[in-house]
């Protein structure tokens, strides 16, 4: 059995956990490296992890403003939303077809709104049915997801990468959502190694078994290479971008540094949309009420055909 889940389950009900298998740079007892030896190779796969129940305090409670455009949260019935529903669609549609169970999430630059879209996301997919969903915060050099989902700092990989806490013990879960969020904590000048090194594939791993979908907010594809090096842990890429600011070149480049197999698309931010009364349709008004577009060029329609009926009517008056 796992020793995460084994750790997990202790943590749930009151024990003292163990030494944990994801801590960094744990000395081993005299003897250990020894008798592993000798017993042969470790299976390492991790089994599925539960569910975890969190303490009282790492229960988030996300108080979003209009600002953070966290619609999946605040305005669940509006046309973001639905937005977000349709994209959640596709991709379970394509986790039918292909094997995808972690998703990367990156922009070619900064500011085109990678972490809105990844945090609106996951709440989206925590909805359905029987779905289990962790969202990590891999953007280890300038975290915001964390930020949009609670006012106070988060410790998280980067404090596990310095050994002073436990993965188990960095997992946050939002309040009534099956949705765990991992955070980057402290940012890292320099997260490249960390990335790329075995023991991270190793705790992503382990810490990703247990759930349904893994989305993880990563740094922006260009100049860094820390998301090409995450993509190569994925099943697949979604890249943000923002209308109007995104320049082709630019997303172009950024594209080229992604395996073309795990490309899954482009996800466009703050795009104009089509003049679509969402909620008076799907909100139970079905009065037909029109657009104002539709309403001016009804109204020119009408005074142009009271017009003709006005001039025929002067003709008779001639005649």
């Not at 950024?254 to 073309?260: G, H, Q, V």
């Not at 909100?283 to 009420?289: C, L």
Request: glycine share 6%; aromatic share 4%.
């Amino acid at each position: 059995m796992s020793r995460v889940y084994e750790a997990l389950q202790r943590s749930q009900s009151g024990e003292q956990p163990s030494a944990s298998p994801l801590v960094a740079d744990q000395p081993e007892a005299p003897g250990v490296a020894a008798a592993v030896a000798a017993a042969g190779p470790v299976l390492t796969a991790p089994e599925p992890v539960q569910p975890l129940n969190v303490s009282p305090d790492r229960l988030l409670h996300p108080v979003p403003t209009p600002e953070q455009r966290l619609v999946a949260l605040t305005d669940p019935d509006g046309h973001g939303a639905e937005m977000f529903r349709v994209l959640a669609t596709r991709l379970a549609h394509m986790q039918n077809k292909r094997r995808l169970h972690t998703l990367l999430i990156t922009s070619s630059v900064v500011d085109e709104g990678k972490s809105v879209v990844a945090v609106n996301l996951a709440v989206t997919l925590a909805h359905r049915p029987e779905t289990r969903v962790l969202l990590i915060e891999a953007d280890l050099r300038r975290p915001t997801a964390g930020a949009l989902l609670s006012s106070s700092p988060l410790r998280g990989i980067s404090e596990w990468n310095d050994g002073k806490l436990t993965i188990e013990d960095s997992l946050y879960q939002l309040r009534d959502l099956p949705l765990w969020f991992l955070p980057a904590g402290h940012p890292m000048n320099e997260p490249l190694p960390l990335l790329e090194s075995g023991r991270f594939a190793k705790m992503l791993e382990a810490v990703s078994a247990g759930f349904d979908w893994v989305l993880l907010d990563a740094t922006p594809l260009l100049p860094m290479a820390d998301s090409s090096s995450l993509a190569r842990l994925c099943d697949g890429v979604l890249v943000v971008v923002r209308e109007g600011v995104t320049r082709k070149k630019i997303l172009n480049k950024a594209i080229a540094s992604i395996e073309r197999s795990k490309l899954l698309g482009m996800v466009f931010n703050q795009a104009s949309t089509l003049n679509v009364d969402y909620k008076s349709y799907y909100g139970g008004n079905h009065t037909g009420e029109k657009s104002k577009k539709e309403a001016k060029k009804e109204a020119k329609k009408q005074a142009k055909k009271q017009a003709s009926k006005d001039t025929e009517q002067v003709k008779a008056a001639s005649a």
